[in-house]
């Protein structure tokens, strides 16, 4: 659910690129749009100092899943992302890389949420929508 599965800086990103344009939107709602995804681009660079602490870097699969050499290994993957989400533009190229390696993905938008939409339970439908969905995909486990 909302996936960080490349935590590479938008600046040394490889393999794809991001930008605003990946995140279509009315002129209208671009301003606050813009403003949901930022929330969390701009946090990018806290990522290094409160989760890797020096230890590794943003390429070790471990973090960035997205740079795992044998993804083809990867089981049945399921990607839950909020339109609005900064890291909705990493999960795709993720989806598509496991799509590429014949690896069964399902890769969801949830339309008009930003990041961390979840604490919005009981207010926004689609709250409760990816509740549900995983809820239907955990039972699939068996």
């Not at 943003?58 to 900064?86: C, G, M, N, R």
């Not at 390696?101 to 929508?129: M, R, S, T, W």
Request: net charge negative; aromatic share 12%.
């Amino acid at each position: 659910m909302y996936p960080s599965v490349d935590s590479t800086p938008v600046d040394k990103l490889s393999g794809y690129s991001w930008s605003y344009d990946q995140f279509p939107v009315i002129e209208e709602h671009k301003e606050l749009a813009v403003n949901r995804i930022e929330r969390i681009k701009s946090g990018g660079g806290s990522m290094e100092k409160f989760y890797l602490q020096g230890r590794t870097d943003f390429k070790d699969p471990l973090v960035s899943p997205v740079y795992y050499a044998d993804l083809q290994k990867f089981p049945h993957t399921v990607i839950a992302a909020a339109e609005y989400d900064y890291l909705r533009v990493g999960s795709d190229h993720f989806a598509s890389l496991l799509k590429q390696k014949n690896v069964d993905v399902v890769n969801v938008h949830y339309l008009g949420c930003d990041h961390g939409f979840l604490d919005c339970l009981g207010i926004v439908p689609q709250a409760e929508e990816i509740c549900l969905f995983m809820a239907d995909e955990l039972k699939k486990l068996g």
